[in-house]
């Protein structure tokens, strides 16, 4: 009796425990929705020791990013942005490896040069950053030696990618479609003058991101090469 009592206990948690990894399967392959904000933790993006090293100088203030994924695609990025200066540039690695060295090895870049009209490229494996430079003649450039833009290697108007943009002076909003992700990303974001720079955490927290892929997303996750 006592056998059969605890046989049958055994089969209901094996079924409880099998219930859970359905529920978990589901919800990772179901197209759910979840928006992610990101602290401003950097002062500097890694491995760049620009000439000022504080987190902001001057104007503007850069804040928290937010960014919406859906079933495996990044369809919005906002930011919050005191006082937005032009040009701005939002930097995207949409499969980076893992490798803390290779964040940088971007997919996509987004330039406005003025008003709310973006401009969007795609990154070819060797491309040229344009750096903060030094001030000189009254022309400020706080963070001077650090990443404010890419001027080589580029691609206009990347195939089945699109983006618009809107500013009410707090908050700049980047709207994709198309945009897709095969595993862990990172994003960036500088002015002209690198006065404030963002960048999204070196790991990206995997856990998170599971919340936006499907089963087939996370499972072909690539290694890509190195960008210099």
């Known amino acids: 009796m006592k056998r059969e009592r605890r046989k049958k206990m055994g089969y209901r948690k094996l079924s409880q425990i099998l219930a859970l990894v359905g529920v978990l399967v589901f919800a990772a392959g179901s197209a759910w929705a979840v928006t992610i904000t990101y602290q ?57 490896n893992g490798n803390p060295g290779e964040y940088q090895d971007w997919d996509i870049y987004v330039r406005t040069n003025t008003g709310t009209t973006p401009l969007l490229y795609s990154v070819g494996s060797a491309y040229t950053y344009l750096l903060a430079t030094q001030p000189q003649e009254g022309i400020w450039s706080g963070r001077w030696g650090h990443p404010a833009g890419i001027d080589t290697g580029l691609t206009a108007n990347p195939a089945g990618i699109t983006v618009n943009e809107t500013y009410d002076g707090s908050i700049l909003t980047y709207e994709f479609a198309g945009l897709q992700i095969t595993g862990n990303f990172v994003i960036g974001y500088s002015q002209w003058c690198a006065n404030d720079v963002f960048l999204t955490p070196v790991p990206e927290p995997f856990s998170l991101l599971l919340l936006g892929l499907g089963v087939v997303g996370v499972a072909s996750i690539g290694r890509r090469r190195i960008r210099k």
């Open 40 to 96: 401003d933790n950097y002062i500097n993006w890694p491995g760049w020791t620009p000439q000022y090293t504080d987190d902001q100088i001057g104007t503007p203030a850069v804040g928290n990013m937010m960014v919406t994924l859906d079933d495996g695609y990044i369809t919005k990025i906002e930011i919050q942005v005191i006082q937005r200066q032009l040009f701005d540039s939002l930097f995207i690695n949409t499969n980076w």
